[in-house]
């Protein structure tokens, strides 16, 4: 079988996808909040230890169920690093609040904890902590935070899932967190995402919010008699077609994580002589913490290298891929948020950093493969500055 071409990343089925979505449409019933809905939130419930889990359509869908829940609206802010998604920042601004863009760590690419307080002003309603390629950011120092100034802590762990700060889980640190299930991410469903609801005090109005803004739960519990709109809200259940799908990929979840893993740390192991000899930076490891192998990513060292190697990579059949373009400087950005300081180390990372294909079915041999080409670059430079 051929190795090549290599895409950057690939969707995937598992195991059971296609019997469960046959058994979903057998069952009688298609729309949310199901059997296969209940199935996979206590699914994540469980392995996750977390209190709540409601599954939506995105983790951008979770994200905005999380800016309501904060009950931030214009005039508050919101802190966040600017190398994200744009998701992170848009749930927020939906609500007419302004993000504040604060750097990054050069390690971890995550939120710089150092230099959060100083973006704390009285307006400040929460912080968002988004873990870069399932790398956990400095959480107690941000739970610590947020406890002196009374605001809430929100994950983006849209590319964390399984992956743990010491003991805990990402996402389930904070008041809420954010799962994505989209295409690109570990564990998939096409589209689709979770909102992890750890502050108790949020649970009710999570549900009430995730039925259009209906106390239709507590309808069918009987608990109230009639059935009526109590609240704002929006379509953020997915369908069960799309739970079905999930719940068999999350069957096999830790599978697909100790796969992506073992790729992850072939990549380490070839390219650690080019790290040795100056000619790139690999991702940073923390003591004790295994990596979920979500992303992989090299440093190289300026823009112009990067797109060199690309376009390298791409003439090997390789796809090879750049990241976040910072939100901080971008049009919307500017308009819609704030840079705290002048964010250098987003700036420097975002025009340097590469991503390599990762994806579940790709083979050792394609690892070598992308490695090979890697190195062969780096040792003849000069053929192709
Ligand atoms: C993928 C991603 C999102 C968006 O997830 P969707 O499920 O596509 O909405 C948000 N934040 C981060 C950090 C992501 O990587």
New binding site residues.
Partial sequence: MSILPIPFAKPFIVGKELFYIAQAVINGSISGDGQFTRRCQAWLETELHCKKVLLTQ??????EMSAILADVGPGDEVIMPSF??V??ANAFVLRGATPVFVDIRPDTLNLDESLVEAAITGRTKAIVA???AGQPCAMQALEALCKKYNIKLIE?A??AILAFDESRALGTIGDLG?L???E??NIISG???ALLINNPELIERAEIIWHKGTNRKAFFQGQVDKYTWVDIGSSFLPSELTAAFLFAQLEQAKRINSNRRALYEKYMQLLQPLADAGHLVLPYVRDGHRSIGHIFYVLCKNEIERKNLIHYLTKQGINAVFHYVPLHNSPAGMRLGRAHGDLNVTIDVSMRLLRLPMFNEMNHDQVRFVCHHVTHFFQNIALYS
Wanted: one cysteine or more.
């Fill in positions: 995105s983790c951008t869908a979770a994200l994200t998604f998701s992170t988004v873990h870069y983006d849209a590319q954010c994505s299930f989209h690109t991410k589209e689709g995402g």
